[in-house]
């Protein structure tokens, strides 16, 4: 059974890059799915990446393509969200989450979550 903690969250400026960091224990994440969601005030909590264990491949909603960057260190059984190029809009709590099954469909296993404030 895999833990999730994220963390590299904070306050930044509308422009600024923050890298939020999603670190296992109990498990390797090697073989799983793991996405990013996050959930902004008074909003449903919605999936923002994902980076699948078959091939690598990852995909994004549009409103962070271009912007976001997912990665994983699997020396560090680490899973990475590089965020560039932030936006107010941005602001949320961000979480990390894993699928044993690797298809990135039903997550088992969820962090508790980071703040992320983007203001002036």
């Known amino acids: 059974q895999a833990q999730l903690v994220e963390s590299g969250g904070g306050l930044v400026q509308p422009g600024g890059s923050l890298r939020l960091s999603c670190a296992a224990s109990g498990s390797d994440l090697d073989g799983y799915a793991i996405g990013w969601f996050r959930q902004a005030p008074g909003s449903q909590r919605e999936g923002i990446s994902c980076l699948s264990p078959f091939d690598g491949s990852t995909s994004y909603v549009p409103s962070v393509k271009g912007r976001f960057t997912i990665s994983r260190d699997n020396a560090q059984n680490t899973v990475f969200l590089q965020m560039n190029s932030l936006k107010p809009d941005d602001t949320a709590v961000y979480y990390c989450?894993?699928?044993?099954?690797?298809?990135?469909?039903?997550?088992?296993?969820w962090g508790q979550g980071t703040q992320v404030t983007v203001s002036s």
């Open positions: 989450a894993a699928d044993p099954r690797g298809w990135g469909i039903t997550y088992d296993y």
